[in-house]
């Protein structure tokens, strides 16, 4: 059983020492076990400053906003608003993507759990002020392909999020951020929160760091990579630790606040923690997706990040146990941090076992039998072509486009293709090696015709349509 004490005591040996190995400049954590907490920060807001990261220091949470947005979808249901299988167009009749036919069967539980189907990665820049979730949905959503089937398969799709985030202004009568604001942070006691650079200015605010050459890890130009187009999604809600932990409080409590006031109602809390749709590629222990959470270990482990560049962020609830860590960073080697620091807590909290090591998958199949997997695959924004090369080996070479190259880009960052290997671990399953011989992740090809060619591929989230050999 993961104690307090054990918490503060691993962050006081080893959070700095980790910050250096994995080239972070900032980090801050809280930790909640029963009614304890923990808050540690180390490192800097900025490197360029200097200036030191404070518990009350407000980091871009990002995706994690997601959660937040469907907290507020439900307190809607808690006072039968709406109703989780209601047609989007119940409530927004304006609401459609490029396909009339599918816009009218999407329903608020299909843009909950990512099963929409549409285009989900829509960053093009809208407006920043309080009509922004109107015209992106109004202007760019109404534009957006429709890829698959209401309720087919899961691709995780931001998109969906902003027409969640224009039904709750219409059914509050009032902008996004000031719904959330009153809705949420203020029940719970919230302050250190900011929903744009300007905002941001009223705290000691981390920006990103990303790399830069020769020049190493180094501030980026800009507070913000992503439009505030989209606050449902995330683009640019910041926040501390701490009141992301407070936030996670409420969860564990089955949507009580702070002197037990009621935010959310026990029955909306559970089910959001509750299996909806299984997460393709997720060979070795199935994953599910609740209402916007991620649920791993058979729902023993409840979770949502969000990262952009220089920027990633954790959001780990362990219910049983009523456990929570929350962690934000500015740059650096995330994952590594999680895997020393915060993975043995989980594991610890939920009684569950450390993932074994596994090896490789051999390269053992002919090449014919890996052909019809080959072509491109693609959105908007991404594009993925898979190749059998003159070995026999299954590649795939991916590249950001559109709207989402352009905004790293003025970040001054270039955009580069990745190629990783293919490897088969079981069925339509496929480990992505890097070149180091590392798995960074696993694809699915989908939807297999009757020659055995793949309709769609999911990778990193998304479930990608194929365009084409």
């Known amino acids: 059983m993961l104690s307090i004490a054990q918490v503060r005591s691993d962050l006081q040996a080893d959070l700095a020492r980790l910050v250096l190995k994995h080239d972070i400049p900032g980090v801050s954590v809280a930790v909640a076990v029963g009614d304890e907490t923990a808050e540690f920060a180390a490192g800097v807001l900025n490197r360029r400053t200097g200036t030191a990261v404070r518990p009350d220091s407000v980091f871009q ?20 608003l709406v109703d989780l299988d209601d047609p989007v167009r119940t409530h927004l009749p304006q609401f459609r993507t490029a396909d009339p036919e599918a816009s009218a069967t999407i329903t608020i539980r299909h843009l909950l759990t990512h099963t929409g189907g549409f285009e989900g990665d829509i960053w093009k820049s809208t407006t920043a002020g309080d009509d922004a979730l109107r015209r992106l949905v109004e202007d760019l959503v109404s534009q957006a392909p429709q890829h698959l089937d209401p309720g087919k398969h899961y691709s995780y799709c931001s998109a969906g999020m902003a027409v969640l985030g224009r039904l709750i202004e219409v059914e509050r009568g009032m902008p996004f951020a000031s719904a959330l604001r009153r809705h949420l942070a203020e029940p719970l006691g919230i302050e250190e929160i900011a929903f744009n650079a300007e905002e941001a200015l009223s705290f000691d605010a981390a920006i990103g760091h990303a790399a830069y050459g ?78 916007a959470w991620a649920l791993n270990h058979e729902g023993a482990v409840a979770l949502h990040g969000g990262d952009t560049l220089g920027i990633a962020a954790i959001l780990v609830l362990v219910p ?30 939920a009684n ?106 999911h990778t990193g989230g998304r479930t990608m349509p194929r365009l084409g050999a």
């Open 61 to 80: 949470i990002q995706s994690i906003t997601k959660v937040w947005t469907a907290t507020l979808v439900m307190q809607l249901v808690d006072e039968g």
């Open 214 to 291: 020769d020049r190493g890890l180094r501030p980026t130009p800009r507070w913000a990579t992503m439009p505030e187009s989209n606050p449902a999604a995330g683009n640019q809600l910041a926040m501390s630790a701490r009141a992301l932990l407070d936030f996670a409080r409420m969860h564990l409590s089955d949507g009580l606040g702070p002197g037990g006031k009621r935010v959310l109602s026990e029955a909306a809390a559970k089910q959001m923690r509750t299996g909806q749709v299984a997460f393709p590629a997720s060979p070795h222990r199935p994953n599910e997706v609740g209402l």
């Open 320 to 349: 049983e146990h009523r456990t929570a860590v929350a962690v934000l960073t500015n740059g650096g080697d995330f994952m590594g941090l999680l895997r020393e620091l915060i993975h043995p807590w989980i594991d610890q909290a």
């Open 352 to 457: 569950l076992e450390p993932d074994p090591d596994r090896p490789l998958p051999d390269r053992t199949e002919p090449v014919g039998d890996l052909e019809a997997y080959a072509g491109v695959y693609g959105t908007h924004n991404q594009r993925l072509e898979v190749s059998v090369t003159d070995d026999g080996r299954l590649e795939s070479t991916f590249s950001m486009r559109g709207d989402g190259a352009a905004m790293i880009e003025r970040q001054g960052v270039s955009v580069e293709p990745s190629t990783s290997e293919l490897r088969r671990v079981e069925g339509e399953v496929f480990a992505s090696v890097s070149a180091d011989g590392t798995v960074n992740g696993h694809s699915e090809f989908l939807d297999l015709d009757g020659d055995g060619r793949p309709g769609f591929i």
